[in-house]
């Protein structure tokens, strides 16, 4: 089993910057590519990035392309997402996910796929 626990969420003002944190715990030996996922009131959960293994290949969502990064510390085992020029829109629980792979440039968005769930954090962008 995999633990992941989100950090970093919070309310700031639009225009602003939060940076989140991802820490894996528990049987994390093995590769896996990550993401970030929310959720905001009233809407299904969307996908927002991912990372592969190596770092090497990344994922965006078109909402916050140009906006946020995606990077990770596989030594900490950590997954930080940097969200910057933050929108009211952008106001949502954000998920930390783990999805277990063999390769370590693979890149994954798919819901149905993950492994392990954090247990989210909120984010709250005011106007």
């Known amino acids: 089993q995999v633990q992941l626990v989100e950090s970093g969420g919070g309310l700031v003002q639009a225009g602003g910057s939060l940076r989140l944190s991802c820490a894996a715990s528990?049987?994390?030996?093995?590769?896996?590519?990550m993401a970030w996922f929310r959720q905001a009131p009233g809407k299904e959960r969307e996908s927002v990035a991912a990372i592969s293994w190596s770092g090497g290949i990344t994922f965006y969502a078109d909402s916050v392309k140009g906006r946020f990064s995606i990077s990770r510390d596989n030594a900490k085992i950590t997954v930080i997402l940097q969200m910057n020029s933050l929108k009211p829109e952008d106001t949502a629980v954000y998920y930390c996910a783990a999805e277990y792979t063999l390769l370590s440039d693979y890149v994954s968005v798919l819901e149905s796929a993950v492994d392990y769930w954090g247990k989210g954090t909120l984010v709250t962008v005011s106007s």
């Open positions: 528990g049987r994390t030996s093995g590769k896996y590519s």
